[in-house]
């Protein structure tokens, strides 16, 4: 508690020992069943409450990009994460950089949420745009959006584009007006979006197929 009081600051080898720690987003069956514990929780608590018009609230998951937002205004958290920085960018997507263990994983983990009550259950992956070259990328980009929705997963979408090109855009903006981009359940014109949103999607883990 004393080093998320203090954003870590002169205790840096404590927050690498929680970056170290198990994250969201790899298959871990301990980890992911705390996310499925907090969701069923928090599913449980919204239904139970009256709206003004006498019917039940909804549980909607979806931050748009109020996910930069909240995390600006946020202090550091015992996930290693500094104040200030982006929380995670959909409703069931892991946070930036924890996800290490390839797309395959990633879904594993999000369909371990019990998704069937809860609306806008947003799962974001990025791409390189050198993995998805051939049929056979595309094959198996298709039998993993399949493999998804089989196992519980309600939406999924990807980025398709390299770091460097998300970088250049924010120096040159004027060469990159089309460059169109998945925020968090929506598209946006990249060059657009504050610069916050913009650097949490160059933070988003690449992945290959």
């Known amino acids: 508690m004393n080093a998320l009081d203090c954003n870590f600051e002169g205790k840096e080898d404590v ?66 994460r500094l104040a200030g920085l982006s929380l995670a960018d959909g409703s069931v997507s892991p946070c930036q950089g924890a996800d290490f263990k390839g797309p395959t994983a990633i879904i594993n983990s999000a369909s371990k949420i019990d998704q069937r009550h809860i609306l806008s259950t947003l799962l974001n992956i990025k791409f390189q745009p050198v993995a998805l070259k051939t049929k056979d990328d595309l094959k198996k980009l298709v039998a ?7 196992c519980g997963g309600r939406h999924i979408q990807f980025n398709v584009v390299d770091r460097e090109t998300l970088i250049d855009a924010q120096v040159h903006p004027e060469l990159h007006r089309n460059l169109l981009v998945r925020v968090a359940g929506y598209s ?4 657009e979006l504050d610069r916050g949103v913009q650097d949490e999607i160059i933070q988003r883990t690449h992945h290959t197929l």
Not at 144 to 150: A, E, R
Not at 188 to 191: G, H, I, M, R, S
């Open 15 to 80: 927050r690498q020992l929680l970056l170290s720690a198990p994250k969201f987003g790899n298959d871990d069956d301990y980890v992911d069943s705390i996310a499925h514990e907090l969701y069923d929780w928090w599913q449980k608590l919204v239904t139970s409450i009256d709206t003004l018009y006498g019917h039940k609230y909804q549980p909607n998951a979806y931050s748009a990009s109020g996910h930069h937002a909240a995390g600006k205004k946020g202090m550091a958290l015992p996930n290693g």
């Open 188 to 191: 946006a014109l990249f060059v």
């Open 144 to 150: 993993l959006i399949k493999t998804y929705f089989v």
